[in-house]
Every structure is written in C-alpha cells, then in structure tokens.
C-alpha cells in the first residue's frame, strides 16, 4: 500500500544500507545486526506535501502481481493451510511515511490530517481485498500488522484511538467480517486498554501480547476470553534463559489456562531472538504439546 515510488540506494557499505523506499523515507538497514530500520528522512512532512502525494494512494492493477498471488493462493488452500490476507496500515505505517514524532505531534495539533492519511491508506487495503477476493482467491482471515503499544502504555489514549485510528481499523475489518471471514491483529507493545476497542473494531484475534511490555494475558483471557481469541503471550525471555526452569514455569502457568475453552494459539509474545538457541527452542515446543493437550 506504498505511494509506489522508485527506491533508490544512496550509500551501500559492508555494514549497512541507505536507501530511499517507496514511500521517499530514506532508511538505514544493517546487514549483520538484527535491528529495525534506522529513519533519516521523509518525503512528506507536511499536510501540504501529503495533499500532493494522496493521489498515488489508491489501488491499481501494478500494485499486485495477480498471477503470482492468485497461483500462491491456489496452493496454499489445495495443501489446507489457514490463508491470510496482510495488511500494514495505520499507525505504525504513516510513522514510516512521515515519522513517529511528527505523527503523534500531529494526532495532538492537526488530528484531521492524520485522520485522512490513516482513512486514505486503509481505503487502498480494502480496496485490495474487495479486489483479490473477487478475482477468486480463498482466505480466512485479514491480518493487520500495527504496533500502537511501548512498555505500560500505549502511544496514545484509547480516546485517540476510537476518533482517529479505530475507524480505518474499522474499515478493513467490515469487509472480511461481511464476508464470514475473520481479523486478526498484530500490535506489539502495551496494549491492555484498547482491547475493549479492538472487539469493538472487528477484531476476533489479538496477537502477540508482549509480557514484557506488560501485557496480562491471563487477565485477558479472564475478562475477554469468551469473545477474543489470543495468540503469543510466552516470554522469549524465559526462552533465552541458562535456566530450564523458567520455560517450564512459564508455558505450565499459562497454557493449561489459556486453552480451556479453546480461543488460544501458542506463539511468542515477540520476535524469538538469536540468544534462543535451536536446542532451547525444541524445548519449548516439547513442553508446548505437552500442555497444550486436550
């Protein structure tokens, strides 16, 4: 759902890359070191810029390689996987386009112009979908990829959420959940507060519920569980530890109860890091099935 402007390499060393992306947001990738993106500088800064740019923010026959897909699709439902179709819109994405700090100064002093960015970029994803479903691909569910939480909060009040963002969340939503299909949502970070607007938004699935950002997901499932479905919430922290014990405690204290009732799919409550070793997480995934029968 980019602008779909050309990239272009600005500096390519052996440790790193500069380069602009489709959106003209100039980033910083490490080649040997698993970090995200540094950002150095944007295209639009500006809701004048944005005025200029909005145009190419809409869906066209370029943005999908339709053979590709409808024939990836096609093998994905004939081996009987659970196909998704996803999506990156939101928050996290217009803080790629025009960065965090002018995106949350901007949802204080120009709510309006965020609001047309978040709408606008969410249009194109259902626009997308509407599209794909009719040229005949299968899915089961959308999936959409927003982080909106740091450690104890989240970015913005839940107030903030429901006027600006809730509505583009909305709109994706609608379309999968008019169809019978489900939403899934990815949004790492602190999260606890706008769970009650996530049902409300569509979602049936919340995912991954970083522990370490402080996430309760056996508060969740207590309060939630008969409407929401969780997915994550095993510290990959206890993963990583010298201590064997601690992944024991961490999967038998939480699993047996996450999964009474069903609504519970094991993952890591974040990306696993490259401290878990192969053998730790072959561990993991022993006590997983373990606990995780019925």
């Known amino acids: 759902t980019s602008f ?4 272009q390499v600005i500096e390519d060393t052996a440790e790193y890359v500069i380069a602009t992306n489709a959106d003209g947001a100039k980033m910083k990738n490490w080649k040997h070191t698993t970090s995200t993106p540094e950002m150095i500088d944007f295209t639009i800064t500006s809701r004048e810029i944005w005025e ?15 053979e590709g897909q409808l024939n990836a699709n096609k093998t994905c439902v004939e081996a009987g996987y659970f196909c998704t179709m996803n999506f ?17 100064m901007a949802m204080m002093i120009e709510p309006d112009w965020i609001k047309d960015m978040f709408m ?24 959409i990829f927003d982080d909106l939480g740091f450690r104890d909060y989240q970015f913005f009040p839940p107030d903030a959420y429901r006027e600006l963002l809730m509505p583009a969340h909305k709109l994706i939503c609608d379309v999968f959940k008019s169809k019978g ?14 769970i009650p607007l996530y049902i ?11 522990v370490k950002a402080g996430n309760n997901m056996l508060k969740l499932k207590k309060d939630y569980g008969d409407v929401l479905t969780f997915m994550g919430g ?41 401290n878990v070793s192969f053998k730790q997480y072959c561990r993991t995934m022993e006590l997983v099935a373990e606990y995780g029968k019925y």
Not at 90 to 101: H, K, L, Q, R
Not at 200 to 208: L, S, V
């Open 181 to 194: 299909l489900y939403m899934i949502l990815h949004t790492c970070g602190y999260n606890m507060e706008f």
């Open 52 to 66: 200029e740019y909005k145009p190419r923010m809409t869906m066209n026959e370029s943005r999908v390689n339709w």
């Open 200 to 210: 409300e938004a569509g979602f049936d699935c919340i995912q991954p519920l970083e």
């Open 120 to 143: 606008a970029n969410a249009q194109v994803c259902a626009d997308m979908a509407e599209e794909m479903i009719g040229r005949g691909m299968i899915f089961d569910a959308g999936w």
């Open 4 to 7: 779909q402007l050309p990239s």
């Open 234 to 274: 095993i510290d990959v922290r206890a993963m990583a530890s010298e201590n064997p014990d601690d992944i024991v405690k961490e999967i038998s204290s939480k699993i047996p109860i996450m999964k009474k009732g069903g609504g519970y799919i094991y993952h890591s409550d974040h990306s696993v890091p490259d």
């Open 88 to 104: 990156g819109p939101g928050f996290t994405y217009i803080c790629d386009v025009v960065g965090p700090e002018r995106t949350m």
